[in-house]
Nanobody
Framework: QVQLVESGGGLVQPGGSLRLSCAASGFTFSSYAMSWYRQAPGKERELVAVSSAGGSTKYADSVKGRFTISRDNAKNTVYLQMNSLKPEDTAVYYC????????????WGQGTQVTVSS
């Protein structure tokens, strides 16, 4: 059974930091691209950062230089280090695992709330 369990969200002041974690199980973690998405109230879900199976990373322009995605294949965990947080970073953050084989395998976590406010 595939599971993605996010943790680390919470309330933080502008300029602060948080580290999100996503613990994965039930699939070959190292073979999957792991991503973080977010969805703010009234907005569509958007891609924040991707860590490919090969180790390359990509970021949304809005978070470049502030957020860092990393993965520990030994622990089946992907992280999102978020620094210099802004109120517009407020959203529910979701972990995603994806691989394309004969078909697309696409799994989601339940989300963790991040609120940036003074």
């Amino acid at each position: 059974q595939v599971q993605l369990v996010e943790s680390g969200g919470g309330l933080v002041q502008p300029g602060g930091s948080l580290r999100l974690s996503c613990a994965a199980s039930g699939f070959t973690f190292s073979s999957y691209a792991m991503s973080w998405y977010r969805q703010a109230p009234g907005k569509e879900r958007e891609l924040v950062a991707v860590s490919s199976a090969g180790g390359s990373t990509k970021y949304a322009d809005s978070v470049k230089g502030r957020f860092t995605i990393s993965r520990d294949n030994a622990k089946n965990t992907v992280y999102l280090q978020m620094n210099s947080l802004k109120p517009e970073d407020t959203a529910v953050y979701y972990c995603n695992a994806k691989i394309v084989l004969m078909r697309v395998y696409d799994y989601w976590g339940q989300g963790t709330q991040v609120t940036v406010s003074s």
